[in-house]
Each structure stands twice: as structure tokens, then as C-alpha cells.
């Protein structure tokens, strides 16, 4: 409580919280444009075994090259020319106008030997192109998002005890440059590996920027507001995914489009610099006259010089004792699973993160699958985001987070495993039920962002973000690998992705409600507030009065 009687102090909602929650917001719309990068960039276009010598490859998608497609290109069993085969020899017979071959793959074929011809009019190069990521290599799209991934992954490992051992600022600054420089690394990349190589590193810098930037906005916004400005941060991404639509529609070269998604992050590495450092991190990290400038600082921008000049070292520990206290410890990741309630709430937000990161990019990158504009499938899958956000903020705010995520997790569920039962000829019904699982997700990232920076303690609250992280990241990696398994049973991947956020519906039942209760400063803190709760809960449940006034 004492640090929030402090930010009130120096301004509560005031010019400063704006202007640095709107510069910390505006590179998340950027990080959605790097998550979602490769539904643009690695799209595989329509294509074929090279028909060399005799067509030219530039302009074999022209009318006239359909006779010589069937002539070299057996077709499969819903009559389009197959990606991947061709016939041993030119079977010039089929272009008898009075002849028709219900089954041309009978005939002896072989796999492509000479390449593949790309149809370039929806994009004129991709990652698949340009290293022919197709056929036998196939599975190397989802390798290098899964590569990317990794990097996120590793990113919140090691940005996340990083940032608690050096700072929020510091390492969003570095992590502002290492997007920067990587992204525009992996648009020159020279072959697949060095490209994979780019993007991991590109992931790392992910992480380091959405942990921090959650983290800061949390720890300088009062309680009463810090749900509507997390999710206000959060519309950014779903801006970014509809600004990445409108981008890859303007530029279908996947080198310039993965350069100018990178480029603004040099903006942001510049004015990071102005961003304070967190006044609670500097208290719990034994530097209080750092803190007290920094509150200086808020407090002359939100114009409250004199609450501003009251404030002295002196005041700042004799205000904060408890937890200026804290800080002689030394924490690390251990804390996270060392006390019985911290330990459940790293193990029931680990199954939340993982399951909804895991459900979400398994339908978000596999936009190919509902339809052939997949422009106007981001717009819809990124347009969705609006009411589920607004109404998981409303909820959050009037009900609770709890149930926000429960609910959230149920029902995306429900509309994944839904679509199993939906033929695939009802494409509609089925992008629809999609779209719809996708909102309910986004609504659950949207409340387990918040509800995370709540259950965990200041002083181990960045590496309970970086778990958390970690878990989304771990689904994130794994949830390309699962769509590979739809070549066993069609059906399997999505049976997989409705499970995962079922199971985290139920777990979450078990986590405190944190809904308008100050952020704990220490693990102890949490402890207590859990006593209390089953105190609290007894005395609710409990009809003898004379025990409810003996607690």
C-alpha cells in the first residue's frame, strides 16, 4: 500500500503515465507484425516441377502452359496439377482434344529434378521461393517458426532474470537494439540457416521487449486503472495484426517487408532512453536515491512540484519499511516454486500461458487453411480482437480476472473442438468457429498478462513473467509441430488445440482473485493475503458466531 500512496502522491494518472504508457505501447503493434511475419513471408504459392527445357520458367503460369503442364504434370485426385511429381517422360498423347485421363498418376512419374515454378502473382518472393521450401523440405516452415519461437522462448528466460537483476529500462533498451539489428540482419540473409539464425535472435529481443514493457506500464499505473491500461497496451498488437495485413498486401517481396518491420525499432531504442527506470524495482533493489528521483521526475511532469520536493530518501524508507526490508534478500527463480501458494500460482499460470499461446498460434499461422485471401483472413482474425478484449476488460474490471480466464479458455475450447465436426466444404462455418476461438484466446492473453503481474510479487515478479513467457513460448513451438500431424489423422491437431485450453479452464479455478488489491510487494505479502483469504472464507462458511468473533 505504501508505494501507492506514494504514486498518488507525484500524480496518479497524470501527463507522465500517458505519454510513457503511449511510447511503451506503440512498439507491441510492432511485435505482433514479427509473430505473425511468416504467414506472409514464409506463404507457400502454388507450384510445380519445373517444365525445363521447353517452358520457360517466368512465365509458366500464363494460359498457353496449361497444355504443357498436362504433357509433364500428372494431376492429383481433385484434378489440379500435383506440386511435387512429374511425369518420367512427356506424355504428349494427352493433348488429344478427344481424349480425358480420370487418373494420371497411375502413369510413371518421379519427383521434381529440375525445381519447382512458382506462381508469382500473388507474391513475387517468399521464404519458400527463395530457398525451395517445398515437397521434401516442406517441413521446414514450420521448423523455422518454431526456431523463431525458441528464441522467444529463450528470450524470456534469460531477459526475465535479467531485468530483475538490472533493470526494466536497461533491458528493454538493449532489446530495442537487438530487434533492430537482427530484423534487418534476417531481410539480407544468405541462405535458411543464417535467416533462422536471425529470427531466433529476433525472438530473444520479443521477449525482452514484452516483459518489460508490461511490467513497467504495471508498476507506474495505480490499481483503479491498471486493467484498462494493460488492455489498452494490448490493442496495439491487435492493430499491428491488421496493419501487418495492409503491409504484406502493399509489399509482396518478403525481404523488403521483413526490413520494414524491423526498421522502426531504432525509433524505439532512441527514445527508451527517456523512459524511467521503476521507482518500486530501485526501492527493492537497495537504491533509494535513484527511486526518489525518479519519483521527482513523475511528479514534475504531472506537475505536482511540491508533493515532488516532500519527498527525501528518509520519507521513501520510513514509508516503505517493509519493504525496503525485503530488498536485503536475494531472490532468484528458485522463489518461484520455494512457498506452497507461489507454487501454485507458477503452476497453475504456467498451464494457462502454455495453453493459450499454444492454441492461438496454432490457428493464427495457419491462416492458408480457411481460405485462399488470406489478407482478408488477418484482417478478420486481427478485427476479432477488439470486442474480446473490450468485453475480458469488462469483465475483469466488474467480475474478476479469475473468471475472465476461465470463461475465456472454456469457450475457445468449445469452438476448436467444434470444427471437427464441421465438413470441410462448409468453409464459412468453419473460418467462423475460428475467428471465434481465436477472440476468446486473445481475450485470455489479454487477462493473463494482468493477472500475472498481480499474483507475483515485485520482487520476483519479472521472473514469474519471464516463466510465464516461457511457456508461452514452449506452446508456440510446439503448436507448429502438432499441425504436422494432420497427415496421420486430419483431424488430430485440432482435437490437440481444443484440449490444451480445457484442461487450463479447470486449473485456473485455483488461483486467488486479485481484482482491486494492491500489487504485493514480497513473497510473505502473498502468503499472508492467502491466510487471510481461507480466514475469510471460513468465517463466510462457519454459522456460530461466537467462532466468527473469536477469528
Known amino acids: 500500500m505504501a508505494f501507492a500512496d506514494l504514486l498518488e502522491q507525484v500524480g496518479g ?19 505482433a507484425n514479427h509473430n505473425l ?15 525445363l527445357p521447353i517452358d520457360d520458367a517466368n512465365a509458366s503460369w500464363v494460359a498457353g502452359s496449361v497444355k504443357l503442364e498436362k ?36 502413369m510413371d512419374t518421379e519427383p521434381c529434378k529440375e525445381g519447382w515454378t512458382y506462381d508469382r502473382s500473388e507474391f513475387s518472393s517468399t521464404v519458400i521461393t527463395e530457398w525451395d521450401l517445398v515437397c521434401g523440405q516442406k517441413t521446414m516452415k514450420q521448423m523455422g517458426q518454431s526456431i523463431y519461437m525458441a528464441g522467444v522462448l529463450v528470450g524470456a ?17 538493449w532489446s530495442h537494439m537487438q530487434l533492430a539489428v537482427m530484423g534487418v540482419c534476417a531481410a539480407f540473409s544468405y541462405n535458411f540457416v543464417s535467416y533462422c539464425v536471425f529470427r531466433f535472435m529476433s525472438g530473444m529481443a520479443i521477449s525482452g521487449i514484452g516483459l518489460n514493457t508490461v511490467c513497467l506500464v504495471v508498476e507506474w499505473i495505480p490499481t483503479r486503472v491498471r486493467a484498462i491500461t494493460v488492455t489498452f497496451t494490448g490493442y496495439f498488437y491487435t492493430f499491428g495484426q491488421i496493419f501487418l495485413a495492409g503491409l504484406a498486401y502493399a509489399i509482396r517481396d518478403w525481404r523488403l517487408l521483413q526490413l520494414i518491420v524491423s526498421l522502426p525499432s531504432f525509433i524505439f531504442f532512441l527514445y527508451s532512453w527517456w523512459l524511467p527506470e521503476s521507482a518500486r524495482w530501485l526501492i527493492l533493489t537497495k537504491k533509494p536515491e535513484q527511486a526518489v528521483r525518479m519519483l521527482k521526475k513523475v511528479a514534475k511532469i504531472n506537475r505536482r512540484h511540491e508533493e515532488g520536493e516532500k519527498l527525501t530518501t528518509e520519507v521513501l524508507k520510513s514509508s516503505m519499511q517493509k519493504e525496503v526490508a525485503a530488498s536485503e534478500f536475494t531472490y532468484t527463480a528458485a522463489d518461484l516454486v520455494r512457498t506452497a501458494v507461489i507454487r501454485r500460482i507458477s503452476f497453475c499460470l504456467s498451464l494457462a500461458w502454455f495453453s493459450t499461446s499454444f492454441s492461438y498460434y496454432g490457428l493464427a499461422m495457419d491462416l492458408q487453411s480457411f481460405g485462399d485471401n488470406i489478407y482478408l483472413i ?47 466444404d462448409m468453409q464459412i462455418l468453419r473460418t467462423s468457429l475460428a475467428v471465434f476461438g481465436k477472440g476468446c484466446l486473445a481475450s485470455s492473453f489479454t487477462c493473463v498478462f494482468l493477472y500475472t503481474t498481480e499474483l507475483y510479487p515485485t520482487v520476483i515478479r519479472q521472473s514469474g513473467q519471464g516463466l510465464g513467457q516461457t511457456m508461452a513460448r514452449v506452446g508456440g513451438i510446439v503448436a507448429p509441430i502438432v499441425k504436422m500431424t ?66
Open 13 to 31: 494518472v497524470g501527463r507522465f503515465q500517458i505519454i510513457s504508457v503511449l511510447l511503451l505501447s506503440l512498439p507491441v503493434l510492432f511485435l
Open 37 to 51: 511475419l511468416q504467414n506472409f513471408t514464409a506463404a507457400i504459392p502454388k507450384h510445380h516441377c519445373r517444365l
Open 71 to 106: 504433357v509433364f504434370i500428372p494431376l492429383d485426385r481433385s484434378y489440379q496439377p500435383e506440386r511435387c511429381l512429374q511425369y518420367t517422360k512427356p506424355q504428349w498423347w494427352l493433348l488429344e482434344s478427344n481424349f480425358t485421363v480420370t487418373n494420371t498418376t497411375e
Open 486 to 551: 494432420s497427415e496421420y489423422v486430419s483431424s488430430l491437431p485440432l482435437i490437440i488445440y481444443g484440449a490444451a485450453p480445457l484442461v487450463s479452464s479447470i486449473v485456473t479455478c485455483f488461483l486467488p482473485e486479485t481484482k482491486d488489491q494492491p500489487l504485493p510487494e514480497t513473497i510473505e505479502e502473498v502468503e499472508e493475503r492467502n491466510q487471510l483469504h481461507k480466514v475469510q472464507k471460513i468465517e463466510e462458511n462457519v454459522d456460530i458466531p461466537m467462532f466468527k468473533n473469536a477469528c
Open 157 to 173: 528466460i534469460v531477459f526475465g532474470s535479467l531485468s530483475d537483476r538490472f533493470g526494466r529500462r536497461t533491458i528493454l533498451i
Open 378 to 424: 488477418q484482417v478478420i482474425f486481427g478485427a476479432v480482437d477488439f470486442p474480446a478484449k473490450l468485453i475480458a476488460t469488462t469483465v475483469m474490471c466488474y467480475i474478476g480476472r479469475r473468471i475472465t480466464m476461465n470463461a475465456s479458455l472454456g469457450l475457445a475450447s468449445l469452438a476448436i473442438l467444434a470444427n471437427i465436426f464441421v465438413p470441410k
